[in-house]
């Protein structure tokens, strides 16, 4: 049954139609008084989420939005002081200016937040959870219809993605190699990495870390955030063996390793719905998408900084 209606899904989806159940499905959760978290997160998991609702979803799910409806004028209000109190400090005390980018913005009020803003922090992108921090406000940023939802649900996301993935990362980079022997089928990648001392070279834990926010389009990435927000870090292994996979015919005409490391630096817009698509493949086949959680090691009660 499983395997039956994934491939409904994905013949609906390849057509240019949205199965009208899961239409119907996300408009009866939205009617829930109070709002199902649990329910929600599992839609996420189990289903492509349109763009209409993805931003108000993850404000829920990630705790900026109480589970209450009747609250969430009020909540909002107070969301958008507190946004326009920590920007109005910034400018207080000269640490942003008008070129300053909107992600070091919200990295610095984000900071302030956790009373963690040093007071020299012109080496903050230096520091490997802040760098993923920007990555991730680079991505959100381009999906929210304004800043102050823009930097709550990256402060959301952030959190989430400290308190239960971050700590796995070494392990992930080690089932990104296994999986990829597994696909790749004559192992002439593999041989090819091999040979260009490639595994030491690539920059996996940083694209890990940030779960590959601002590596790939941000229509791809809103898609893995809907997977990790649902629960299952396990995406993440799949989207590093399908990107190695898509560009497979590229990376085996190269010649050096500088020459592979600068063309992954550079991803092709057009590969990352492509590369996606088969990530998502893959971890339905290995049966992720059923899981409340899979995270592969252990975890952080708190944030990591």
Known sequence: MADERNFRSYYYEKVGFRAVEEKKSIELLLKDKPLDREKLRLFCLRFPVSARYRVYLWKIILGILPANQDSHDFVLKNRTEQYNNLRHALDVMRKVNNTT????????MFLIEEGLLPFQDSDLLSNRAYEAYVHIAKAISGMAENQVDAYWITNGFYRHFCKHYQDCIPLL?????????????DQKLIAHFDKHDMWKALPLTDWLYCGFASILPESSFERIGDIL?????????????ALFITLRRPLLSMKSREEMLKYLAEIPEDSGDVLVGKAIDMWEKH????????????VNKSPTL
């Open 173 to 185: 980079v080690e089932k990104v190699k296994a999986s990829l022997k597994k696909e790749d089928g």
């Open 101 to 108: 980018p909107n992600s070091v913005i919200f990295l610095k």
């Open 287 to 298: 049966g992720h998408h059923l899981t409340k959680s899979d995270s592969p090691g252990p």
């Open 229 to 241: 927000i649902g629960g299952s870090v396990m995406i993440l292994i799949y989207i590093a063996v």
